[in-house]
């Protein structure tokens, strides 16, 4: 199977991605089972930012949050 395009969140992504978006700003911990390098990924995809030692989620990931998923890959 063809890896998933990188402007899709994949499962975890998405999962921080929600919680972001009913909850507001989040600890790296509340976004578990996202890890750092996860997180980091999702900064540089603009999907989310560091607001001192929270994430926000940005309208880029709000965007990304709602794409659908293919369902042919």
Not at 31 to 44: D, F, I, R, S, W
Not at 53 to 61: F, R, T
């Amino acid at each position: 199977m063809p890896p998933r395009a990188p402007h899709i969140p994949h499962s975890i992504e998405r999962s921080a991605l929600q919680k972001l978006i009913a909850l507001g700003p989040l600890a790296r911990l509340s976004l578990h089972p996202a890890g750092e390098q996860t997180l980091n990924k999702m900064v540089q995809k603009g999907w989310i930012t560091l607001d001192g030692k929270n994430y926000k989620i940005s309208e880029a990931g709000k965007v990304a949050f709602r794409t659908k998923i293919p369902e042919e890959r």
